[in-house]
């Protein structure tokens, strides 16, 4: 039922000349502007770059209503069509200075506002043919996208850039002719956003409840939390923040930094899932067998890792977006030490998640093989420990088969959403750039990670259940015992699987 996640446009800019070559702060409109033909040599002849001004309204067509606030945010990238002068070559590498100006106004309002305005330095990656064709007069060089700015809402119905190519200090001094420009911008789009927020309204209650429940169980017992059951009630409490459906208040409220926050969010509830599997697979992998209670620190090493990666993943983005709070035309891509800084972290992420994932699934090999080995022991048991015991260890597995799957999907987005996310940044040309990823993908995987842990929370929840009192002795009288918890009188899923595995290794 949902659109694609993010829609694009494309708008050309018209350039308009300013008598004042920029001593004046006025806004030059499609309205209120003196068209220059930059295709055209003749109307530029004795014209300053200080005299060119290139304007974008938009959205495209400046249509009833404008933008909608369901569309969250806006990205502008901008695209500059570079034309040969004959004699001259163009350098591989062109370094833009843009002096950039962002107006809005709202639906009835007659005048724009001012948003922002910096000037700022990008680099162009720009290549020719052969070199017969390069010497023609009016070929074309293929450049590719540079970004402009990044909105984090969308909370005006009209904006306007007004943007100058100054010429100041050897600025811009490029030895080809400018002959357009063109601004494509991304933005959510509102169905999508629709079908997320309804997700988020059904999902947030429903796991708050589960919660409240499961603690309020776990509470009853005479015995302290065990580990696994507050690393629990910790991811829990990460996904209810998730669920959150603060995008909300932006229909009613100007928050620019609601893409950091969203980013923020979904990286406490990476970091907390990351470490609830590593710490699942251990518990069931009995790392200590001789009944200590287990704590975080002897997953240290382990959490370590996770902690460092996800770190360094907060730090990027407040790098990015953390300035882009004060100005949106800030970038970090802006200079190659930064591409290369940014990419590294993109590509290192890619990476340590795949890494993980392998490294996952040795673990939770190893628990399978553990489990196998003490499962011998079930004909030697009386009827209503094996059953008890049996049930217990096909449920344990299906939450093992289960959690592999969920941490397959989950990584697979992660990559797909750190490249889709950030491209724009780094393509030859927006006819190479595929924004949509089926919507599919982010709503099934939002509404996997709300399912398996909703399930994961009724199903490790003590069931305050008594044993049958039955005999425990095999059929030649030998004993056949797996403790319970010593401080659990009523034990649970966790309590028993533990017991049982531990006390198999024991004997």
């Not at 770059?49 to 901008?78: A, E, I, T």
Request: hydrophobic content about 45%; glycine content about 6%; aromatic content about 12%.
């Amino acid at each position: 039922m949902a659109s694609s996640p993010a829609g694009t446009q494309g708008a050309f800019a018209i350039a308009c000349y300013d008598e004042t070559a920029g001593e004046t702060d006025k806004w030059f409109t499609h309205e209120d502007c003196k068209k220059i033909d930059l295709q055209k040599e003749e109307a530029t002849k004795g014209m300053s770059p200080k005299n060119l001004v290139f304007v974008v309204q938009l959205p495209l067509g400046m249509p009833p209503g404008g933008f909608s606030r369901w569309q969250q945010n806006l990205v502008g990238v901008l695209q500059v069509e570079l034309v040969h002068i004959p004699l001259l070559t163009l350098d591989p590498i062109v370094e833009l200075t843009l002096d950039a100006k962002l107006g809005y106004k709202d639906e009835g309002d007659t005048e724009w506002h001012h948003y922002a305005n910096a000037v700022e330095k990008r680099l162009m990656d720009c290549s020719g043919e052969t070199s017969t064709e390069t010497k023609l007069d009016g070929y074309s060089y293929s450049c590719s996208c540079v970004p402009l700015f990044e909105l984090g809402s969308l909370y005006h119905d009209f904006y306007i850039l007004n943007l100058r190519l100054p010429d100041d200090n050897g600025q811009n001094n490029f030895k080809a002719r400018v002959d357009d420009i063109q601004l494509h911008v991304i933005h959510m789009n509102g169905g999508f956003t629709m079908i997320w927020m309804i997700m988020k309204f059904v999902f947030f209650p429903i796991v708050i409840a589960v919660m409240i429940w499961f603690w309020r169980r776990v509470r009853i017992l005479s015995r302290t939390p065990a580990l696994l059951e507050y690393m629990l009630i910790s991811l829990a409490g990460a996904l209810a923040f998730l669920d959150l459906p603060l995008e909300y208040l932006t229909l009613y409220f100007d928050m620019p930094f609601m893409l950091l926050l969203s980013d923020i969010r979904q990286g406490i509830f990476y970091s907390m899932l990351l470490s609830f599997w590593l710490i699942f697979a251990g518990e069931h992998m009995l790392i200590q067998d001789f009944g200590e209670k287990n704590t975080l620190k002897m997953y240290w090493k382990h959490l370590s890792a996770i902690v460092v990666g996800c770190t360094s993943l907060l730090i990027f983005d407040l790098c990015e977006r953390g300035v882009q709070l004060r100005n949106p035309f800030y970038t970090i891509w802006v200079t190659p030490i930064g591409t290369n800084l940014a990419l590294s972290f993109i590509i290192l992420a890619g990476m340590s998640a795949s890494i993980y994932f392998i490294f996952l699934c040795y673990l939770i090999w190893r628990v399978f093989r553990n489990i196998s080995i003490k499962r011998t022991a079930l004909p030697s048991m009386s009827t209503a420990r094996r059953l008890h015991y049996e049930g217990i260890i096909y449920r344990f597995n299906f939450l093992m088969l289960a959690t592999v799957v969920c941490a397959a999907v989950t990584i697979i987005t992660f990559i797909f959403g750190q490249v889709c996310d950030d491209q724009h940044n780094w393509d030859d040309g927006m006819d190479d750039i595929n924004i949509e990823i089926a919507s599919a993908m982010y709503t099934g995987v939002y509404g996997m990670w709300n399912i398996y842990i909703s399930a994961m929370l009724m199903l490790y929840a003590p069931s305050h259940k008594q044993w049958p009192a039955e005999p425990i002795c095999g059929e030649h009288g030998e004993e056949v015992e797996f403790s319970r918890l010593p401080t659990d009188p009523s034990p649970n899923e966790i309590s028993s699987l533990t017991s049982f595995a531990n006390k198999a290794t024991i004997d």
